[in-house]
């Protein structure tokens, strides 16, 4: 029979416009948060990190924005690109364990020419 | 720096034999963490370590699996007996606390 797995939701975008991709978060007391982008067939990369004490973070391309009061983090990416498609994980760590990551389930970003 | 290595990429073997992962982390990390990924089940944590020592196996399924850090650049996880259900793909990260954690390339599991 078919298998069941997880739905991932997608996100279908234009090349050339801007992606956002949501997370809404669990635990209050984490403090650093970090958005992953997954490859078919490879391993989750590092895109870029916040920290609690911040709300805006830019990188190349990319800007990750918190918002702790309603425990939200966003990811956008500028000018999408073929190249961006792929599965994009959110990842908090709570302050009191070290380095222990939670993941998200997943969004995964279609970019169509 | 080559980043996490990690080996095989690619493991087929048949239920009952057992099965050694292997993982070298980026020099200079002090943290070494063990996922596996599926379909069903997503991204799951199975077991990290902290300077080498466990610091949470809460997420190892059962007995049949056992992680190692003999030292700080290389760790082992061990499926003994394998069955098909843990046919997965198996990723190692590392990271230098507090920042985030790099993975590496992942193996391929399968248990026939």
């Known amino acids: 029979g078919e298998s069941v797995g997880l739905h991932l939701p997608t996100l279908s975008v234009q090349e050339g416009d801007n992606s956002i991709i949501n997370c809404a978060y669990s635990?209050?007391?984490?403090?650093?948060f970090i958005w992953y982008k997954q490859e078919s067939g490879k391993g989750p990369q590092f895109i870029i990190d916040i920290r609690s004490n911040m709300d805006k973070r830019q990188g190349q391309r990319v800007t990750v924005l918190l918002n702790k009061t309603v425990k939200h983090l966003s990811l956008q990416i500028a000018a999408t690109q073929p190249g961006d498609s792929a599965v994009y994980f959110c990842a908090e760590k709570n302050t009191g364990t070290a380095s222990k990551l939670t993941f998200g389930t997943g969004t995964r970003l279609q970019v169509t020419l | 720096d080559a980043g996490v290595i990690q080996s095989p990429r690619h493991e087929v073997t048949e239920m009952g034999q057992e099965v050694t992962l292997r993982c070298k982390p980026i020099?200079?990390?002090?943290?070494l963490f063990w996922y596996r990924q599926t379909m069903m089940r997503g991204l799951e944590l199975l077991i990290y370590?902290?300077?080498?020592?466990?610091?949470?196996d809460s997420g190892m399924p059962e007995d049949r699996f056992s992680a190692k850090m003999p030292n700080a650049s290389f760790s082992t996880l061990k499926i003994q007996p394998s069955e098909p259900r843990d046919s997965a793909v198996y990723f190692c990260?590392?990271?230098?606390?507090?920042?985030?954690?790099?993975f590496g390339p992942g193996t391929r599991l399968t248990v026939l």
């Open positions: 020099s200079g990390h002090n943290s």
């Open positions: 370590f902290n300077n080498n020592v466990p610091i949470d």
């Open positions: 635990n209050s007391a984490s403090d650093y």
């Open positions: 990260a590392s990271s230098l606390a507090p920042q985030g954690q790099f």
